[in-house]
């Protein structure tokens, strides 16, 4: 049973443009929401995180918006860049103790 | 160190032999985690310690595998008798608080 569903599954942006990654949960008792960045051959890397108190986290170029209601968040890039061409997970865990859930990847493919 | 070491980088292993894995954690970190990320990218939690304690072993095929944490010595996971589906990357991961730092993981080949 997947705790964390995403989509889409990969998805294809102009440098330049917004790249928007969705998830859904169901387990209400998630409090802790990271996205991380992998790149091939490489560890899961921490881009930005939010907790259900606040609707909406910016980092710079990322920014998380949260649905508590809806049980959603999504990633949004601003200004996409060619570096940025990765696969993204988001995940969720109910405290920072406890293991992450991820969702299924997204394959995010910048073109110049 | 700054970031959480796993050795080897690569293992291949014939179907039946056993696996070891290595994880030094980031120094200071209470938590640590493994995962097994299969190839379709989905990732398996396994188990977590507190300390040199098992934390959640919920994750673990308990027949084959198993893990420790002793202290002054890197964090292992070991798996017996390996069996061709075990091949996957497996991560370790740390941390004091929410955020969990990962390891560049051990890619496991099983054949």
């Known amino acids: 049973q997947q705790q964390v569903k995403q989509s889409p599954q990969s998805l294809i942006v102009q440098k330049g443009g917004i790249s928007i990654i969705n998830c859904a949960y169901e387990n209400t008792a998630f409090d802790y929401f990271p996205w991380y960045q992998q790149f091939p051959g490489k560890g899961p890397a921490l881009l930005i995180a939010i907790r259900p108190d606040v609707s909406e986290k910016k980092e710079g170029r990322f920014t998380i918006s949260f649905n508590k209601s809806a049980k959603q968040f999504s990633l949004h890039i601003m200004d996409s860049q060619p570096g940025d061409s990765a696969t993204y997970f988001c995940?969720?865990?109910?405290?920072?103790?406890?293991?992450?859930?991820f969702g299924t990847g997204t394959r995010l493919t910048v073109i110049p | 160190g700054e970031e959480v070491a796993q050795t080897p980088k690569h293992l291949v292993r014939g179907e039946g032999q056993k696996a070891k894995l290595y994880c030094a954690p980031i120094k200071g970190h209470s938590y640590v985690f493994w995962y097994q990320q299969v190839l379709k990218n989905e990732f398996k939690f396994l188990i977590s310690?507190?300390?040199?304690?098992?934390?959640?072993e919920t994750g673990m095929p308990k027949e084959r595998f198993s893990a420790k944490c002793l202290p002054n010595s890197p964090c292992s996971l070991e798996i017996q008798a390996t069996k061709l589906e075990d091949s996957a990357v497996y991560f370790c991961?740390?941390?004091?608080?929410?955020?969990?730092?990962f390891g560049p993981g051990t890619r496991l080949t099983v054949l």
């Open positions: 310690f507190q300390n040199e304690n098992v934390f959640d």
């Open positions: 995940a969720a865990s109910k405290n920072g103790a406890n293991n992450l859930f």
């Open positions: 991961a740390s941390s004091q608080g929410d955020t969990q730092y």
